[in-house]
T-cell receptor, first 112, second 114 residues
Framework: KQEVTQIPAALSVPEGENLVLNCSFT??????LQWFRQDPGKGLTSLLL?????REQTSGRLNASLDKSSGRSTLYIAASQPGDSATYLC???????????FGSGTQLTVLP | GAGVSQTPSNKVTEKGKYVELRCDPI?????LYWYRQSLGQGPEFLIY????????DSGLPNDRFFAVRPEGSVSTLKIQRTERGDSAVYLC????????????FGPGTRLTVT
């Protein structure tokens, strides 16, 4: 059974710092990996989708990498801002299934 | 364009009652997913529809939970004899097809069973 782990569970940084969020998964046979953002009391906003054949994806200040063989992904946020404060969730789509398997998320606080 | 919508946004019900939660996917999306998110956890899969049929309902916790999508668009998640442990946020997502397509999530319905 696929398991997804996100470390750390919570992170607090001063504004302007570059930071890395980590995601690991136990079964490397994935179809793709998605990073989401969730604001308190809200749904999920998709940030980046990496297909299994890709190594990274970039969108603005965000860069996500994927190392399928080692079962790891990182989300890099450059020049963090208070508006980046949210919970970031990593999810993988196993090769044999349609649904996503999620980690528990990293709660990020960017202090002004 | 319009995103995924869910109604109601909040639902408070008494233990033992029946509830229905509605999901309106993005127009043209054939795949629809229901997930449940407990406090401090990531969403957990409940059921997946491709068109009108439930292609995978392996995540439904027991037979009190049932979902339909009769015309291949709007879906309703139905919970019978609600229990306090059913309290969670129920999220709906849709995608153009199944497979490797990106999933787009709605705002969720927060269900509280008292």
């Amino acid at each position: 059974k696929q398991e997804v782990t996100q470390i750390p569970a919570a992170l607090s940084v001063p504004e302007g710092e570059n930071l890395v969020l980590n995601c690991s998964f136990t079964d490397s046979a994935i179809y793709n990996l998605q990073w989401f953002r969730q604001d308190p009391g809200k749904g999920l906003t998709s940030l980046l989708l990496i297909q299994s054949s890709q190594r990274e994806q970039t969108s603005g200040r965000l860069n996500a990498s994927l190392d399928k063989s080692s079962g790891r992904s990182t989300l890099y946020i450059a020049a963090s801002q208070p508006g980046d404060s949210a919970t970031y969730l990593c999810a993988v789509k196993p090769g044999s299934a349609r649904q996503l398997t999620f980690g528990s998320g990293t709660q990020l606080t960017v202090l002004p | 364009g319009a995103g995924v919508s869910q109604t109601p946004s909040n639902k408070v019900t008494e233990k033992g009652k029946y509830v229905e939660l509605r999901c309106d996917p993005i127009s043209g999306h054939t795949a629809l997913y229901w997930y449940r998110q407990s406090l401090g956890q990531g969403p957990e899969f409940l059921i997946y529809f491709q068109g009108t049929g439930a292609a995978d309902d392996s995540g439904l916790p027991n037979d009190r939970f049932f979902a339909v999508r009769p015309e291949g668009s709007v879906s309703t998640l139905k919970i019978q004899r609600t229990e306090r442990g059913d309290s969670a946020v129920y999220l709906c997502a849709s995608s153009p097809k199944g497979g490797g397509y990106e999933q787009y999530f709605g705002p969720g319905t927060r269900l509280t069973v008292t």
